[in-house]
């Protein structure tokens, strides 16, 4: 398996582990903010904002990596998940918190940049196994990243808001 094949396997992994590890916090963490015992309808709100800057912005993040290369939309994309993260973790408003959410959606393409790079430099013989070895490295991440999130939001509410902002930047 070549390296940049690699590279994007444990990018996926990462970005995985990153969405899981916020979604065990996300509703004590909009009681915080809101001071409300009824945050179903924020989430709600929140991850259709996220899917709707998504919907808008995701054919021109696909343009942009036909245009300029997928590595730099992949590092925008995962640049803007971390700032999501860090303003999610910093937000004392459900304001700043959409802020995130949106500036999240508007730069999220790390999927379908990786799924293009693996479609890419696959030939037609490979490309099953390699989408099957993607496929697996996203379950893995999404195994793993509500553990963790559950675990470290046991010690401090934010932090799992902050080692996703880790995960990406490092990433």
């Given amino acids: 398996m070549t390296k940049p094949l690699l590279v994007i396997y444990a990018t996926i992994a990462l970005d995985a582990i990153g969405i899981g590890l916020i979604f065990p916090i996300l509703p004590r963490l909009i009681e915080d903010v809101t001071h409300a015992q009824n945050v179903a309808f924020t989430i709600g709100v929140l991850a259709a904002l996220y899917a709707a800057m998504q919907f808008a912005f995701a054919p021109v993040l696909g343009a942009l990596s036909d245009r300029f290369g997928r590595r730099p939309v992949l590092l925008v994309s995962l640049g803007g998940a971390a700032i999501d993260y860090v303003l999610m973790a910093l937000a004392p408003s459900l304001t700043l918190l959409m802020v995130g959410r949106a500036i999240a959606g508007l730069t999220s393409a790390s999927i379908s940049v990786a799924t293009a790079y693996i479609t ?52």
């Fill in 120 to 171: 890419d430099i696959s030939p037609e013989d490979t490309r099953a196994r390699r989408f099957g070895i993607f496929n697996a490295m996203f379950g893995i991440g999404f195994i793993l990243g509500p553990v963790l999130g559950g675990v470290l939001g046991d010690h401090w509410l934010r932090l799992p808001f902050f080692a996703a902002a880790f995960l990406n930047a490092a990433n």
